[in-house]
């Protein structure tokens, strides 16, 4: 069974997750095996050229806006500029986490506050929520194990 850990790396860890669309965008996701890595990302790739015919750039305003309604953010708009790309950057892979609409109103607020941490100053605001909510991690590691990689 794959684990994934939002709070830095442990000895030994498996690769990090660097980004989706730059470096650090989903800084301190280690999953331990590579094909975990690699299909979060093909998940993500997936989502945007399905979804959106692979406009990244549409993908995030559209995922933003799906996302904060569905995580009750009504002001992310008057966020600093470094919390609106962190939101901006991680809407695609929040809007594409499985069961994500089913979670509790606390879940959904405790998500609220990872997404606003993420573009934050300190990057370790961000690791210390997002390793604190299991079912973030939960559903991110869904997502890997439901996502079947391109054929080579």
Not at 7 to 26: H, I, K, R, V
Not at 46 to 55: L, M, N, Q, V
Not at 104 to 113: D, I, N, Q, T
Request: proline residues 5%; aromatic residues 8%.
């Amino acid at each position: 069974m794959r684990t994934v850990r939002l709070n830095g790396p442990p000895a030994g860890a498996g690769n990090q997750l660097d980004s989706f669309s730059g470096p650090g965008e989903l800084a301190w996701i280690y999953i331990s095996s590579e094909p975990s890595v690699a299909r979060v990302g093909y998940a993500v790739t997936a989502f945007i050229a399905r979804e959106f015919g692979g406009d990244r750039r549409m993908a995030e305003r559209e995922s933003a806006r799906r996302v904060a309604r569905l995580l009750g953010i009504s002001d992310w708009k008057h966020w600093s500029a470094d919390e609106i790309t962190g939101f901006l950057r991680m809407a695609p892979l929040l809007a594409c986490l499985p069961g994500i609409e089913r979670w509790g109103a606390r879940e959904k607020h405790l998500l609220a506050r990872i997404v606003r941490a993420k573009g934050s100053r300190r990057e370790r605001d961000y690791a210390l929520l997002a390793s604190r909510h299991q079912r973030f991690r939960a559903a991110v590691e869904q997502l890997a194990n439901e996502t079947t990689p391109p054929a080579r």
